[in-house]
């Protein structure tokens, strides 16, 4: 099969021929139609994540059909339209006994802990576990979406951040998931403010009903005091994007009670992050973290989307063949597209 894959932390992907993946006996084959081009990859390009393993094939935004099951595989069948949490669980331990897959102990990443969704066809452990139905109303470019970005901003805004009609919410960082949580809080009948350095992506915050802040206007004290100045003090803040300004700028924001979701990775030299904890302490406030969203919990978002409530497929920015891919992911930090980039696949 075709697939992209990098030899070296940095260097440039290619496209390649590689042995198509073995189906395990709990394991499903899936035949990749469409799949995200997330910044996450470009961390594991980058080499900031610890678990990726070289050679590497990228990729967790997926979305496609059922190729081949194991022998233990009993929900599916081939030729079923799926898509799949970036966070495959095991679904045995602890956390999973309690319906948090999101952090299962024993989690296993597609594009991350094992080869991902850059290629021709994927192979999914605990099938049974992970595979989640995607309605006929959904396309699968729509539904790449869904795996990280879309369904953590979901879960990000709406069960960790606990938004509520009329509350102000920030969202720090206006990418893929960042654009994702303000529509999300916009449909909860939030009032939004969204906060980045590129005009494009103000505009597409703008499009979907938030008001827009220059995240690169004077410093990070401008940016908290331009946020403060026309929320009061956010009820809630989301760090988009994932880096020690925008994670301080963030709790920085909030009025006193008010609610942090870490959404966006902070690795590298970001993974250890300062914390103004005197605010926290004197104004009650909540840090909180938001970790993808377990297949189980996709039922609720999918409804809200047939609804028309939310609909994925407007923050797509542009579609690639995968022959594209690698230089779609060695640019993905320039912000050089706004919007998410989806790969198409035959």
Not at 9 to 20: I, S, Y
Not at 60 to 77: M, P
Not at 278 to 305: K, T
Not at 316 to 335: K, Q, S, V
Request: aromatic share 4%; proline share 5%.
């Amino acid at each position: 099969m075709r697939a992209v894959i990098f030899q070296d932390f940095g260097l440039l992907p290619t496209l390649a021929d590689v042995t198509e993946p073995p189906c395990d006996r709990d394991e499903a084959i899936i035949s990749v139609k469409a799949t995200g081009v997330c910044r996450s990859d470009w961390h594991a390009w980058m080499g900031h994540d610890a678990d990726v393993a070289l050679p590497h094939v990228p990729g967790h935004e997926l979305a496609g059909v059922v190729d081949q099951i194991g022998s233990e595989v009993t929900r599916w069948q081939i030729g079923d339209r799926v898509t799949v949490p970036f966070i495959c669980a095991c679904g045995n331990c602890a956390q999973c006994e309690a319906g948090n897959q999101q952090v299962c102990d024993n989690q296993q990443q597609p594009g991350f802990t094992r080869w991902g969704s850059f290629a021709q066809k994927v192979a999914i452990p605990r099938a049974d576990v992970n595979l989640v139905a995607l309605p006929a109303g959904i396309d699968f470019v729509a539904a790449a979406a869904l795996g990280c970005r879309f369904a953590t901003a979901y879960r990000a805004v709406m069960t960790q951040g606990r938004v509520q009609r009329g509350e102000w919410v920030a969202v720090h960082g206006c990418g893929g998931v960042g654009l994702s949580a303000i529509m999300i809080a916009v449909a909860a009948g939030a009032r939004v403010v969204g906060i980045d350095p590129s005009p494009a992506a103000r505009s597409l915050a703008e499009q979907l009903g938030a008001l827009a802040i220059d995240g690169s206007s004077g410093g990070s004290s401008d940016v908290v005091a331009a946020v403060r100045e026309v929320t009061g003090g956010a009820h809630l803040s989301l760090d988009a994007y994932g880096s020690v300004q925008t994670s301080l700028n963030s709790i920085q924001s909030l009025r006193k009670r008010g609610r942090h979701v870490q959404v966006g990775l902070m690795l590298a030299d970001n993974a250890t992050s300062p914390v103004p904890m005197d605010r926290v302490i004197a104004d009650e406030l909540e840090i909180l973290g938001s970790h993808g969203m377990a297949a189980h919990e996709y039922p609720a978002m999918l409804e809200a989307i047939a609804r028309g409530d939310i609909d994925p497929a407007i923050l797509i920015g542009r579609t690639i063949p995968l022959e594209e891919a690698p230089e779609a992911l060695a640019t993905m930090d320039a912000n050089a597209h706004p919007g998410m980039t989806v790969i198409t696949l035959q």
